[in-house]
């Protein structure tokens, strides 16, 4: 079956401008995560969606961040204002949340750069 | 202040040899361990993971080892093959405390493990 499919795998954008980025979890998944990679670092942790629950916000950087999910299914990461400091790798992962540990499978990823 | 950290940033052993790739985190609440691998323009893959009622867990040629007390994790990988070459990420993830809680992780900033033929 289909994994995590995210788009664009590249985005070049100006200072100031918004991004979108997409992301489709494996088909039942309920859990959803958006994580982001910059350049020497590891995965930092953004956002969480489980099922129709709130989502898990602590890890956004700003408010020019947000997320949603449409229909428990596939999500949009929005920045706003992008700076460059916003250059990075974005992952999207999802996860069967019924297991008493957590096997998140991760998509491509996004690479974002801000010029 | 990372709390998973992955000291070493590369690691080359010949193929055939042991690689062992360490992994040491800070916080207390950590009761699950994964590591992943990561090809280059691909998503991290899960590897192994380990809980903390465990010291040892093995997976066929990769083997981790759990040091609750010194909050110290380790991979072992034997043979090392050199399609095992890739950037493996140690993560760690706290209690499940509800069902509504995130079981986000953790991560290190990852060593490239290179196996030379």
């Known amino acids: 079956g289909a994994g995590v499919s995210q788009s664009p795998s590249n985005k070049v954008t100006e200072k100031g401008k918004d991004v979108e980025l997409r992301c489709d979890p494996i088909s039942g998944h309920t859990a959803l995560y958006w994580y982001r990679q910059s350049l020497g670092q590891g995965l930092e942790f953004l956002i969480y969606?489980?099922?129709?629950?709130?989502?898990?916000k602590s890890g956004l950087p700003s408010d020019r961040f947000s997320a949603e999910r449409t229909g428990g299914s596939v999500s949009t990461l929005t920045i706003q204002r992008t700076q460059q400091e916003d250059s990075a790798v974005y992952l999207c992962?999802?996860?069967?949340?019924?297991?008493?540990?957590?096997?998140?499978?991760f998509g491509p990823g996004t690479r974002l750069t801000v010029l | 202040d990372q709390q998973v950290k992955q000291n070493s940033p590369s690691l080359s052993v010949q193929e055939g040899r042991i690689s062992i790739l360490n992994c040491d985190y800070t916080n207390s609440m950590f009761d699950y361990f994964l590591w992943y691998k990561k090809y280059p323009a691909e998503g991290p893959t899960f590897l192994i993971s380990i809980s903390s009622i465990k010291d040892k867990n093995e997976d066929g040629r990769f083997t981790v080892f759990l040091n609750k007390s010194a909050k110290h994790l380790s991979l072992h990988i034997v043979p090392s093959q050199p399609g095992d070459s890739a950037v493996y990420f140690c993560?760690?993830?706290?209690?499940?405390?509800?069902?509504?809680?995130?079981?986000?992780?953790?991560f290190g900033s990852g060593t490239q493990l290179t196996v030379l033929p």
């Open positions: 993560a760690a993830s706290p209690r499940f405390i509800s069902s509504g809680s995130a079981r986000q992780l953790t």
């Open positions: 969606f489980q099922g129709n629950s709130a989502p898990d």
């Open positions: 992962a999802s996860s069967l949340v019924a297991a008493p540990y957590n096997e998140q499978f």
